[in-house]
């Protein structure tokens, strides 16, 4: 089938209106979950069908689009969702965070701060962040719409009690605008300060059937308790390749003897840093 | 003085069968009334009906508020009545599993509570936890354990801990006693009977055991068919029972 056969960015414009008017009512909303009509898209749940409608209905022509999966541009998820884009809307790619205009994103924020011109699209596994504490739907609607939220606060405790110290260190949860709790998708807890930018974020969630947005500046807190305050972890190392160490470190295992080292999750971030003339030490392969 | 709870003709039906019908009594600071009746009698729903589980088909449940005063809890707006329920309110299954959070731990399940109105203090929700538990005499050493490692009397120990921790005025209690071995409920009624004179709490306890109303409540409602045939003070509807169906239940328990 030759490329003209679809539409715009792959979806039908119905489809993206109707995408849209979630979008819109999601960024009035700040964290509140909006359903929305997802379709079926030619990829599996888990690949970031949620991510991938939310940008169709974003994208124009002129914009320049960029994915990150993990931090980085060249991984599988990454780059089929990019030749997606390539294909269907024929959009300029890119792999610099600072030339793009929409970046579509899992599992990170990049590491350069995002400017008012640009939209950052989560894709959202599950984002009921009460789900594993209380399962009926119907409920923490209801616990939302009467913001009852104790019981997140119940899932903390039950993290200090066990390891004495609050050991969610991903998708941990927010509270937006002193209003609703919201799961910030499985960004490293480090990520979670970040959250108060200037871009917009739209969230999300294909199999789900949800999209939530948090407009720029908006407040973003994460919960802790008085006594055990919200800590964004960072591994205490400096990147191998570009020496940086103010960035969300991989760990990587080099050898069968143990030996490891630690590189910026973000390619295009260490990658600009490589070229700026900035180097790391380099790990031998017995190095602990 | 001014009824804690006082119940004005409640009735709820179930199509044509009827749940309970034209209720009516004050509960007064500090008093436990205690509803007995057989299976089938409606001391459920009514209790239900009065905790707000159930919408009764008429009457109304007027509750002394805090802030507010006497207020028809069935009209209030939902998040007033859930405020209630997690606070000045507690209610005690007669299955722990039904009132506890299973996958968390005892100190979790005696800390949502607080958590729910607002503690954000890890310290002091632990400190509290552990001074409930050793109320309701669970040591300390399991407060990070599941309730699913608890025995069953034990887990209703815990859900009654669950339930005071936030100084709650009213109890509802539904069987309270139920599906526990006699030594058990023996030591629970004496723990609840504690408990109770302690804190000064008003409390309404269902159950079809008259031993447990007999050692814990002020006051008495017999009920059949869904009307209450009698009520009094405990000792003297036990003693000198007046209605055919009061008589035939205190005859009914065996003397050993």
């Known amino acids: ?288 | 003085m001014i009824p804690l709870l006082s119940v004005k003709s409640l009735s709820k039906d179930y199509g044509t069968n009827i749940g309970c019908s034209d209720v009516s009594f004050d509960l007064y600071p500090g008093e436990v009334m205690g509803i007995v009746g057989e299976s089938g009698s409606g001391k459920s729903t009514l209790l239900n009906c009065m905790a707000g589980h159930l919408a009764p088909d008429k009457g109304e449940v007027v509750f002394d508020t805090r802030v507010d005063g006497p207020k028809d809890t069935l009209h209030m707006s939902e998040p007033e009545r859930r405020m209630l329920s997690r606070t000045d309110w507690a209610f005690v299954h007669q299955h722990a599993r039904e009132g506890l959070r299973m996958n968390v731990s005892a100190g979790g399940n005696v800390g949502e509570r607080l958590m729910a109105v607002g503690s954000r203090n890890y310290a002091d929700i632990r400190g509290k936890a552990v001074d409930w538990l050793s109320r309701v005499e669970i040591s300390e050493n399991r407060i990070d354990d599941r309730p699913t490692t608890f025995s069953g009397g034990m887990q209703q120990r815990l859900q009654i801990a669950r339930n005071l921790v936030t100084s709650p005025r009213l109890v509802f209690m539904d069987e309270p006693t139920g599906g526990l071995d006699v030594s058990v409920q023996a030591r629970l009624l004496d723990l609840l009977r504690g408990l109770v004179r302690d804190m000064g709490l008003s409390a309404i306890i269902v159950t079809h055991d008259l031993a447990v109303v007999r050692l814990l409540a002020d006051r008495l409602m017999v009920m059949k068919d869904g009307q209450v045939v009698e009520n009094g003070l405990t000792d003297q509807v036990l003693d000198d029972p007046q209605h055919a169906y009061s008589q035939l239940l205190v005859s009914s328990v065996l003397q050993v």
């Open chain 1, 1 to 288: 089938m030759s490329e003209q056969a679809y539409n715009f960015a792959y979806l039908d414009e119905q489809t993206k209106r109707m995408i849209r008017r979630a979008i819109l009512k999601g960024l009035a909303i700040p964290g509140y979950q909006v359903p929305f009509a997802s379709r079926e898209m030619p990829m599996p749940y888990g690949w970031g069908t949620g991510g991938v409608q939310v940008s169709a209905a974003t994208l124009t022509p002129d914009d320049v689009f960029k994915v990150i999966d993990q931090g980085a541009d060249d991984t599988t998820n990454a780059v089929s969702i990019r030749k997606f884009f390539e294909k269907t809307a024929d959009v300029k790619t890119t792999t610099n965070t600072k030339a793009a205009s929409v970046i579509q994103t899992r599992h990170r924020i990049p590491e350069d701060e995002l400017g008012d011109d640009q939209i950052l699209v989560y894709q959202v596994p599950i984002p009921e962040p009460l789900r594993f504490l209380e399962p009926r739907e119907t409920e923490t609607r209801k616990m939302h719409a009467l913001e009852e939220y104790g019981l997140m606060h119940v899932k903390l405790y039950e993290d200090i009690s066990k390891n004495g110290r609050i050991a969610t260190s991903y998708a941990y949860p927010v509270k937006v605008e002193d209003r609703y709790v919201m799961d910030p998708s499985p960004i490293p807890k480090f990520d979670n300060p970040k959250m108060e930018m200037s871009a917009i974020q739209l969230f999300g969630a294909g199999r789900e059937q949800r999209i939530y947005a948090l407009p720029p500046y908006t407040k973003v807190v994460s919960l802790d308790f008085e006594d055990h305050p919200f800590d964004p972890s960072r591994a205490p190392h400096c990147c191998s390749i570009c020496g940086a160490s103010d960035s969300y470190l991989d760990e990587v295992i080099i050898n069968d003897d143990g030996g490891r080292m630690f590189v910026c999750s973000d390619t295009d971030y260490c990658e600009r840093r490589v070229a700026e003339g900035h180097t790391g030490v380099q790990v031998s392969g017995d190095a602990a």
